[in-house]
């Protein structure tokens, strides 16, 4: 299996985090063409963001495809789970996790110059992303992972994300996204203890901190 695109994104980190934990080979790549809007990447994903898979001939897009392709395919434990109910809960905290946390990010990346900053944007995104972890709070499990005692499919949703608010987050005055919600903050915890995931992290953050520098630079 090929995966196209950087380690500096969280959705390409949700595929290798998934491949990692469930111990399968996975060749990461840079995009062809060089970039996401060539023609050579087109043809591959005309959606034209990464990750993008291929495996034997065949092309997937979108991270939480990827990962359940990943999961279904590859030997060994099953990370999204063997009941009906874990696996809808672990759908769950994914789906909160894309349609009501990661949409505030947008308004912070487009204020981080404080030069230009527009504060009422930012307090209403940081008042969204405090609402949404609440949610994220209240339907995990009983720990010490999102939803089980073993990291899983919605860990593999949920970790990039926070590894990007860890770096983001404290420029906006919230150092702790997890502050004042009690499963968050053991899950949190766990992650950080998680050899597998400290690996991945430090590797995003080399990537996205570059990212960042070079788009504070830029004109």
């Known amino acids: 299996m090929k ?3 950087y380690i500096g994104s969280p959705y390409v980190v949700r595929a290798v985090l998934m491949a990692r934990w469930k ?3 996975l060749e990461l790549t840079a995009p062809p063409g060089g970039n996401l809007k060539s023609a050579e990447f087109l043809r591959i994903n005309p959606i034209g963001k990464m990750p993008a898979l291929e495996d ?8 939480t495809v990827i990962c ?3 999961d279904e395919t590859q030997p060994g434990r099953k990370l999204l789970g063997d009941g009906p109910m874990e696996r809808a809960q672990a ?3 994914a789906r909160i996790m894309d349609v009501y946390v990661v949409p505030n ?6 204020n981080l110059d404080p030069a230009t900053r527009n504060d009422a944007e930012v307090q209403a995104a940081i008042a969204g992303l405090r609402k949404a972890l609440g949610h994220l709070d209240h339907f995990m499990g009983p720990g010490p992972w999102a939803i089980g005692k073993e990291p899983g499919y919605a860990d593999v949703i949920l970790a990039p994300e926070f590894y990007l608010a860890a770096i983001l987050l404290p420029m906006f005055g919230m150092d702790d996204p997890c502050d004042g919600q009690p499963k968050l903050t053991r899950w949190w915890q766990t992650l950080q203890a998680d050899p597998v995931a400290a690996a991945v992290r430090s590797e995003f953050d080399v990537s996205f901190r570059a990212f960042m520098a070079a788009r504070l630079k830029a004109p």
């Open 3 to 5: 995966l196209y695109g």
């Open 23 to 25: 111990g399968c080979a």
């Open 56 to 63: 034997a001939g065949s092309h997937l897009a979108e991270s």
């Open 68 to 70: 359940e392709y990943i």
């Open 91 to 93: 759908r769950l905290l």
């Open 105 to 110: 990010f947008g308004a912070l990346f487009r």
